[in-house]
């Protein structure tokens, strides 16, 4: 059995990655990799970190990495799928991201980063971002993104009502 101290770095990372620290994220990360690894969460971060680097060709590698350790990982295959959208292989995007909702198809992250990998002028996205919000209808993530794709969309009066439902959810929101 492992002692409490065997992710000590692990939980440091996931506190300063929530905060945007991204190198002290990322120096928590290798350090627990030190310890473990093979550990597919840690590779994840690790990758997303990153991405958030601007270290593109380090997070292909280490999602890869992830998605080695943990096949069944969907956040492996969210943060590949990420890391290839970032670089512009949309294909490859799309596929990383497909199997991430294989293994959580009631994800909302993983629904709006596929809507995200689809065209501007895509009906597939918006029927993404609604299905997101079927899972989670206060997503302010999906509501902004819906509000912007149906507006690219030319559909004004439905963009008019998400922005209504925005404005009522978050009333004190300066993103809205």
């Known amino acids: 059995m492992q002692g409490p101290a065997h992710d000590y770095h692990y939980q440091r990372a996931l506190a300063a990655f929530a905060l945007s620290h991204w190198d002290k994220a990322s120096q928590e990360l290798k350090e627990q990799l030190a310890v473990t690894p093979d550990n597919a969460e840690a590779l994840a971060l690790l990758a997303a970190c990153s991405i958030n680097l601007n270290k593109t060709d380090e ?7 992830a998605i080695s350790a943990a096949p069944n990982s969907a956040y492996a295959h969210y943060v590949y799928a990420y890391a290839q959208a970032v670089r512009h292989q949309t294909f490859e995007a799309e596929i ?3 199997e991430a909702l294989r293994l ?4 909302p992250t993983y629904l709006i980063a596929y809507a995200d990998i689809k065209p501007k002028l895509s009906v597939k996205a918006v029927q993404l971002l609604r299905q997101a919000l079927s899972i989670e209808p206060n997503s302010a993530p999906a509501l902004i993104k819906l509000h912007e794709r149906l507006l690219d969309l030319g559909h004004e009066k439905e963009a008019q009502e998400v922005r209504a439902t925005m404005l009522r959810l978050y009333p004190n ?3 809205i």
Not at 104 to 107: G, Q, V
């Open 104 to 107: 959580e198809p009631d994800s």
């Open 173 to 175: 929101d300066a993103n």
């Open 59 to 65: 997070s292909l590698k280490q999602a890869q990495a």
């Open 96 to 98: 990383a991201i497909e």
